[in-house]
């Protein structure tokens, strides 16, 4: 791939053009070796090339778990193949929704975003219509699928949510709860309209037949995602001494990390005529024993168990133990 001109070269070419030291013909020479890429302020990149390039591997993967468990649940030749990855408005993407239409929406892990599992009409009838015994022919007119046919498909949908999880594992630690569905593509509302959305597009042929399959992520959903990606390529791409340099430099920076650390002394309640007449100099008794542990939070994560008191005539918490796994 040609080289991209940088913002300083062309600065220079410029001045260089307007002090006469460069002519506009040789501008025009130096410009023709150079490969110039339009870009559309309208449609921003969020995520970057590098970036697309391992979750498309990623979702390779996916493509491939799945279609092996559709191959088997349905008794015939099943492949799923991702053809497209695109960057687009939320907007965009709902607009080129048919409907009826089967949406699934899930929660992306702990990021407080959701993403969705289009199939289409006809893919869905194809697998009830193959699960039920038939041949998986289509229905004669266009119609939304019924309330039996989603309690046929929704184990299909959750294992592939669950085969969606298992692909992310090598990168993060994901979870993918179901937690709605949609026939009418209006009202499926999991980001606003101008936000940028990433969507894997994916063919899914069933014997003869080919049928569409996308998967739909708002990219605040995958910011978080993407800085662990960056890291592990950045400390993956170290050898050596670079490596250790590398390490290092993460350690330090982690030293300088701030954490937020509470304890819960204790919780009571109260009626709102006793709140209105507290006093100074009133006691209230908390549900915390006097020789009970209380808990220590980092970043809002149970972690241990700590006595309070007194150092110094600063109030305190001193750590006795670890939180169990069972209490996190």
Not at 146 to 155: D, L
Not at 167 to 192: K, M, S
Not at 273 to 283: F, S
Request: charged share 25%; net charge negative.
């Amino acid at each position: 791939m040609a080289e991209v001109l940088s913002q300083q070269e062309i600065d220079r070419l410029l001045a260089g053009v307007n002090s006469g030291e460069v002519k506009e013909a040789e501008l025009g020479e130096l410009l023709k070796k150079k490969e110039v890429y339009e870009y559309d302020f309208r449609k921003p990149t969020r995520i970057s090339k590098d970036q697309i390039k391992t979750l498309r591997n990623l979702h390779e993967n996916f493509a491939e778990l799945y279609g092996f468990h559709l191959a088997s649940r349905l008794q015939t030749m099943v492949s799923i193949e991702l053809v497209a990855v695109d960057q687009l408005r939320y907007s965009e993407y709902v607009l080129s929704i048919t409907n009826p239409c089967c949406v699934y929406i899930f929660d992306v892990g702990q990021t407080n975003s959701r993403a969705v599992l289009e199939l289409t009409t006809d893919l869905v009838f194809m697998i009830v219509e193959r699960l039920l015994g038939g041949i998986g022919s289509p229905p004669k007119a266009p119609r939304a699928i019924t309330q039996i046919e989603q309690r046929i498909i929704q184990p299909l949908v959750l294992q592939a949510l669950n085969n969606l999880s298992t692909a992310w594992r090598p990168v993060y630690e994901l979870e993918f709860p179901l937690c709605g569905f949609e026939t009418n593509a209006d009202f499926v509302q999991i980001a606003p309209a101008g936000e940028i959305v990433l969507v894997f597009s994916f063919e899914v042929k069933i014997g003869d037949e080919s049928f569409l399959m996308n998967l739909c992520y708002p990219t605040f959903a995958l910011e978080e995602i993407n800085a662990q990606v960056n890291l592990m390529r950045s400390l993956s791409r170290a050898t050596g001494k670079n490596r250790e340099i590398a390490y290092r430099a993460l350690s330090e920076n982690l030293l300088k990390t701030c954490i937020e650390v509470r304890t819960l002394i204790g919780t009571t309640s109260i009626r709102l005529k006793e709140l209105l007449d507290l006093e100074v100099g009133d006691i209230i008794c908390l549900d915390t024993h006097v020789d009970e542990s209380v808990p220590i939070y980092l970043n809002d994560k149970l972690k241990f168990y700590g006595k309070p008191g007194v150092v110094d005539g600063v109030v305190s918490v001193k750590i006795v133990r670890e939180a169990s796994e069972d209490h996190e």
